[in-house]
């Protein structure tokens, strides 16, 4: 059985998020999605803590989590069931980001991590430490004047089984490789720690390929989630496995895979990620969004990364900062290297089919009929076979063919605003 986890996602309690994201909301999302394994998100905020604890139970076999009741009936689905899904309910993994905000070798630094620990009774041991640290009751995601060492270290002496992966690495505020408050070297980051840390999220700005061109990330997992604030964003970029969910599973598939081990001995193997087109992020190019300046990094350069309108720095993106640690021109050919899928979410290729904004009616009663005959999103956009979409709607077919490919139009996204990405030119 192959199976999806998207392994980092936010509350209700963090900052700019959807008031409606509930356990029972997440489950439902995460069925259309077909998504199996979800990160709770925000286990260090304690409302949300004891919200998991009474809707949640463990799952023995897995240990993990499943919702007590029954998900909730989305508005988006109009009293029908998202066919051919899994029967079982999807299961959680206690998942947490945290915001440090510290100094190191003499700058000021800005880094996120996502914590993953197997019990409630960790996650509020935990929790119970940072406390003391700074203010966990005001924002799910909380920032600490923590260094992001210190607090690998209190993980491993609150829960040898925890789990650090750093989040996003390559965004430019808040990421261990960000250009404005980043680091060069994973090591300078965790120092003596950094041996515990063999997994690095992606994000949305960025795909495996481009990592792969800085050899020092070579012995690291790479891994994509959503980064989801809302039911919907749920899976638009997320984990492919095969074999049965659990907690030390998954993480054994990711040690294996970092150590470039074969994982055919292993119950879980890590296959791969489900990778939004990086132009789509929002940092991939640079730029100003209030200049409405967009730039490709070549062209930066040039221009000394000063913006030519406001005359102050510009905001470097993603496919720059990888260039400049990278030590490649070409992605190599790692071995066990997992796979990549390209995605772009059904909504917008409705949206871009039916010629009306994504957010629109029509395009979310399509996507709720397609869901209730066609089956989950992630389904019918990485694992069904063209031919069966095709019959069912002839352009969805061809989009999701072309989409496959890599054969889509292109505009990177930059300074925090999102790129396009568009699969039938204007004519079509
Ligand atoms: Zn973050
Ligand atoms: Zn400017």
């Known amino acids: 059985m192959n199976f999806i986890a998207d392994l980092h996602i936010h509350s209700r309690f963090s900052r700019a998020t959807s008031k409606a994201l509930n356990a029972r909301h997440l489950a439902a999302w995460a069925r259309c999605k077909g ?27 897995s240990g993990l989590y499943r919702l007590r009741g029954e998900p909730e009936q989305l508005d988006v689905l109009a009293g029908g069931p998202v066919t051919n899904v899994n029967a079982e309910k999807p299961l959680f993994m206690l998942q947490a980001e945290i915001s440090s ?42 920032i600490l004047g923590l260094d992001s060492r210190d607090l690998l270290e209190i993980m491993l002496e609150c829960a040898e089984d925890a ?37 690095l999220e992606t994000g949305l ?26 039911g919907a964003n749920l899976g638009r970029e997320a984990n492919l496995f095969a074999g049965q969910p659990s907690y030390a ?40 969004r209030a200049c409405n300046v967009v730039l490709e990094p070549r062209e930066s350069r040039k221009l000394g990364n000063i913006c030519p309108e406001c005359g102050k720095p510009l905001t470097v993106g993603v496919l ?16 066990h290297e997992p796979e990549a899928r390209p995605l772009i979410p059904l909504a917008e290729v409705v949206g871009e089919i039916l010629g009306v904004g994504v957010t629109s009616r029509r395009v979310r009663e399509r996507y709720g009929s397609l869901l209730r005959e066609l089956g989950p999103e992630l389904d019918i956009l990485c694992r069904m076979p063209e031919q069966e979409i095709r019959a069912h709607w002839e352009p969805l077919g061809e989009a999701v063919a072309r989409m496959r490919r890599g054969q ?21």
């Not at 700005?205 to 809302?230: F, I, K, T, W």
């Not at 720059?320 to 071995?335: F, G, K, M, N, T």
Request: charged letters at 30%; a negative charge; glycine letters at 8%.
């Open 205 to 230: 700005s960025s795909d495996p390929e481009m990592n792969r061109l800085v050899s020092q990330l070579d012995g690291y997992a790479l891994v994509s989630n959503s980064d989801a604030h809302s």
């Open 163 to 199: 789990v650090m992966i750093p989040a996003h690495v390559w965004t430019p505020w808040f990421a261990l490789f960000g250009s404005k408050s980043g680091f060069d070297r994973l090591t300078d980051c965790y120092g003596d720690l950094s041996e515990h840390i063999f997994a």
């Open 101 to 142: 905000i510290y100094k190191r070798h003499g700058k000021v630094r800005k880094v996120h991590n996502l914590i993953y620990v197997r019990t409630l009774e960790d996650a509020e041991k935990l929790s119970l430490r940072l406390e003391q640290i700074g203010n966990l009751h005001s924002d799910g995601r909380p």
């Open 408 to 428: 889509v139009f292109r505009q990177g996204g930059y300074d925090g605003e999102y790129g396009v990405v568009r699969v039938f030119t204007p004519e079509e």
């Open 249 to 288: 599973g998954i993480f054994e598939a990711l040690r294996a895979t970092a150590r470039r081990q074969p994982q055919d001995a292993l119950d879980c193997r890590f296959l791969g990620t489900m990778e939004f087109y990086p132009d789509e992020g929002k940092y991939h190019l640079d730029g100003h």
């Open 320 to 335: 720059h900062r990888v260039w400049e640690l990278a030590d490649r021109e070409e992605p190599p050919l790692l071995e």
């Open 35 to 61: 998504i199996s394994v979800l990160g709770t998100g925000d286990f260090t905020h304690p409302q949300w803590r004891a919200e998991l604890a009474e809707q949640l139970e463990r799952d023995e076999a």
